[in-house]
């Protein structure tokens, strides 16, 4: 359970993105071939915003997260389908995975509200003042609307019965997700007070110490 929990969790408390690579709870069906397929990022997203300014953000710094995202998204789909073995009844794979996916994303959903705690945390200097609150709620409501299209396509692309004939275009649909939970996040993050910023992203960082 270590081994395959810990990368995860670090790369949630950390980032502020979830899961990049398709992610299963052990005990599920199918979590031994996740956790053999699971790659982490080559570069890790940094916990502050990547952008240095809202008026100008660093799209081309963001492309290339999005795009290595959706790669390991879509190879790590396609090593999980390359790596079980379906009973002999049922020939439906995203069928047959959908439960322990489900499973996966609620748990990494449960991750994230710890990064989500530590942004509405009180007991830090300079917490999030009452309209940083209601940033703070516009950009949860994204990232989840986000992290729901991530986990419908997964299952989609699951479904495909030649999926080399469409990698692709899942590509580019996941690059274009990622791509938007990025900037998302960067605008909140960059509509923030100096000292609300300095103050949350210090707070990660510390967090991220703790974790390793």
Known sequence: MVKQSLPFLFCIIVSGINS????????????????????????????????????????????????????????SIDCIRDSITLPDTETNISKVLSPSLLSGYQMEESFFQLEWRILLAENRPYPLTPSEMTLAKQWLESHNEIKQEIFALTLEYLSEKNPNSKRERYLELFTGYYGSMLRERDKFLLSLSVESYLSYTEALKQRKEKSE
Not at 51 to 67: G, P, T, V, W
Request: proline content about 5%; glycine content about 4%.
């Open 20 to 75: 990049h690579s398709v992610w299963i709870p052990e005990g599920n069906f199918g979590w031994e071939a996740a956790n053999k397929c699971y790659v982490t990022l080559n570069s890790e997203i940094p916990p502050k915003a990547i952008s240095q300014n809202i008026q100008n953000l660093d799209r081309i710094k963001m492309a290339a997260y999005a795009k290595e995202s959706a790669e390991l998204r879509i190879s």
